[in-house]
């Protein structure tokens, strides 16, 4: 028999680990808004059920966790798959989506006579105008994340995890546009879009 995932605080926990591949306790406390003793308790009880590992104080979700959220994600986005003015909200995320990504590789590599190479970060003009793209493309995931906290208030948790990386950023942390192993712009946005693509019940397309 498939394990379920019934209970809400169980749903956020394992959403969190799911999304970021292997977590530790304070990570999703922050990612999801439980409590950090909530996070760990839960952590037992998803083991428990076989869907998450716990090793060295990080879960892993093990392979049921992802049909696991997908069956309990249908019922409990059922009212926003049929939400119109979301629906119409996210295929206005898709266009400025692509745009992210392009922006993202904007940060990562620059045209040199017609050729891409990695961007050193030499030219902070350079590197402004693409942070100030990036810091637009955020704000206009704003209405899409109002509609959604409207269904579910744990969509409230972005704005502040991208304002806490767009603030180091404007700080000089450039790293946090981009790093792969901090919350930095482009782990936020990912995950976001993952998270999107689970509670429609889409599949990624890009």
């Known amino acids: 028999m498939s394990a379920t995932v019934s209970d809400k605080t169980d749903y956020d926990v394992l959403n969190v680990v799911a999304l970021k591949k292997m977590a530790t306790a304070p990570v999703v406390a922050t990612a999801s808004g439980v409590a950090q003793a909530d996070v760990e308790a839960t952590f037992d009880r998803l083991a428990a059920q076989g869907l998450v590992v716990v090793a060295g104080g990080a879960a892993l979700p093990t392979d049921a966790a992802g049909p696991a959220l997908a069956d309990a994600a249908a019922t409990r986005y059922a009212a926003v798959r049929e939400?119109?003015?979301?629906?119409?909200?996210?295929?206005?995320?898709e266009?400025?989506?692509?745009?992210?990504?392009?922006?993202?590789?904007?940060?990562?590599?620059?045209d040199v006579g017609g050729r891409k190479v990695a961007n050193d970060h030499s030219d902070s003009?350079?590197?402004?105008?693409?942070?100030?793209?990036?810091?637009k493309l955020v704000a206009r995931l704003g209405p899409l994340l109002d509609a959604l906290s409207g269904h579910d208030p744990r969509f409230g948790g972005y704005p502040a995890r991208f304002s806490a990386a767009l603030?180091?950023?404007?700080?000089?942390?450039?790293?946090?546009?981009?790093?792969?192993?901090?919350d930095s712009v482009h782990n936020v946005w990912f995950e976001f879009h993952e998270d999107l693509l689970r509670t429609l019940g889409r599949e990624r397309t890009e």
Not at 95 to 110: C, D, G, K, P, R
Not at 167 to 182: A, F, M, N, W
Request: no cysteine.
């Open 95 to 110: 266009t400025v989506n692509t745009q992210f990504l392009t922006t993202m590789s904007a940060w990562q590599q620059i």
């Open 167 to 182: 603030d180091r950023i404007d700080r000089g942390e450039h790293e946090y546009v981009s790093s792969p192993t901090l």
């Open 125 to 135: 003009e350079y590197d402004d105008k693409v942070i100030a793209r990036l810091d």
């Open 83 to 93: 939400d119109a003015g979301i629906g119409g909200l996210v295929d206005r995320f």
